[in-house]
């Protein structure tokens, strides 16, 4: 065990620090155990009065213990066994913890999602798919969730592995139904999680675990999806990640088809009816990568020694007038500024410790109710 790694986790499981926050902090006072010790005075510069909740040494020390007792270990973003698609996020979650062959998420990957409720036929397509693409060599990439998750694990462990990422604690498999298959999957494939150990998934959760299937992937095969459902979030990240965009197509008659029957109508995916279809557009690398390990998105960084860090108030204040209690992404945020990329991030990062503001899957960022902020 590590001194850097129980830094690094107890920076991230420090209160109010995301996933852009966490990157933020690291470049701009080079390690955790620093960035932890800034942490009061950052808090304060963006507007609360008592310091951020970070959690002890001897907290963290136990919850690494408790996940090696399970079979599982951490990766850290920036280190060579992280996976190197997911790094490429300019939201990739800061650490990960993983049951089974963590080698796996350096192979190609797709993800397939869909429908909980999903039909006889789009349980069949979903198995038959990810077990088709198995025999081609690629890594099926799913969120264990009822229906099409299920199904598409299933088909992929007919053929070789598959990765499951899950919304809550890797101690916690949802549905309850599926502990025998994340144990499965955990055995042949790989599980990840972001969440804690112990944590039981919640509706808040699971944005953010599909960024993880989706930024884990080359691709995204979507099957029988409604309007509004998880399964067209996910299909939504894919777009922003520059992931190519699948679907199948399905009745007209069927509710549950007519989210992904609208992704093929507008043109925005790949009309799939078997692997051949999905293969013949799979790219080596996805269409947009981010810059990789620590960097941020954007350009003209510059040195961190050339930076005002003691005259942020100018840019707190451009920032804060942007900002709605609709998420708006980051990149977007850094055209409209007339600052640094470096500043700008500085001052999310110190909004986001006072309670502020948010960060959103898909690297968006709002402000927070005020009935949701910490005293």
């Known amino acids: 065990m590590t001194p850097d790694l129980v830094a690094n986790l107890r920076l991230v499981r420090t209160e109010g620090i995301g996933p852009v926050g966490y990157r933020t902090l ?3 006072f080079g390690s955790a155990a620093a960035a932890i010790e800034a942490l009061p005075d950052a808090a304060r510069a963006g507007g609360r009065d008592r310091a951020p909740a970070v959690p002890g040494r001897a907290a963290a020390e136990d919850e690494i213990a408790a996940l090696e ?14 996976p190197p698609l997911l790094a490429q996020l300019a939201d990739a979650p800061a650490m990960i913890a993983v049951l089974g062959d963590a080698a796996i998420l350096h192979r190609r990957s797709v993800a397939i999602v869909g429908a909980r409720n999903a039909s006889s036929a789009g349980l069949r397509i979903a198995e038959a798919l990810a077990a088709d693409l198995g025999g081609a060599g690629l890594v099926t990439v799913s969120g ?8 598409a694990h299933q088909g992929a462990l007919h053929v070789g592995p598959t990765v499951a990422a899950i919304a809550g604690g890797l101690d916690r498999p949802y549905p309850p139904e599926h502990a025998a298959l994340q144990e499965r999957i955990a055995a042949k494939g790989c599980v990840v999680a972001e969440a804690p150990l112990g944590t039981s998934p919640q509706a808040r959760h699971f944005p953010r675990r599909n960024r993880i299937v989706v930024g ?4 995204c095969v979507v099957v029988e999806a409604a309007p509004k459902s998880g399964s067209l979030i996910s299909a939504g990240l894919a ?11 399905g009745s007209p008659l069927d509710p549950r088809c007519r989210g992904s029957n609208d992704l093929l109508r507008r043109r925005e995916a790949w009309l799939v009816e078997n692997a051949e279809d999905v293969l013949r557009e799979l790219p080596l690398l996805p269409d947009k990568l981010g810059p990789s390990g620590f960097a941020e998105p954007g350009s003209g960084w510059g040195s961190d020694a050339q930076e005002p860090w003691d005259q942020l108030g100018a840019v707190r204040d451009a920032v804060l007038a942007l900002l709605s209690h609709t998420p708006t992404p980051v990149d977007d945020l850094l055209r409209r500024c007339q600052f640094s990329v470096a500043a700008v991030l500085a001052v999310l990062t110190e909004l986001e410790l006072a309670g502020r503001v948010e960060s959103h899957p898909g690297n968006r960022v709002g402000l927070l109710s005020e009935r949701f902020r910490p005293d």
């Not at 007792?69 to 992280?82: N, T």
């Not at 264990?144 to 199904?151: F, N, Q, S, T, Y």
């Open 26 to 28: 690291l470049r701009r």
């Open 69 to 82: 007792r399970l079979g599982g270990r951490f990766l850290v973003l920036g280190h060579p066994d992280y």
């Open 144 to 151: 264990l969730a009822r229906g099409i998750d299920g199904a």
């Open 216 to 219: 884990l992937a080359l691709g």
């Open 239 to 249: 777009q922003d990640y520059g992931r190519e965009l699948f679907a199948v197509p």
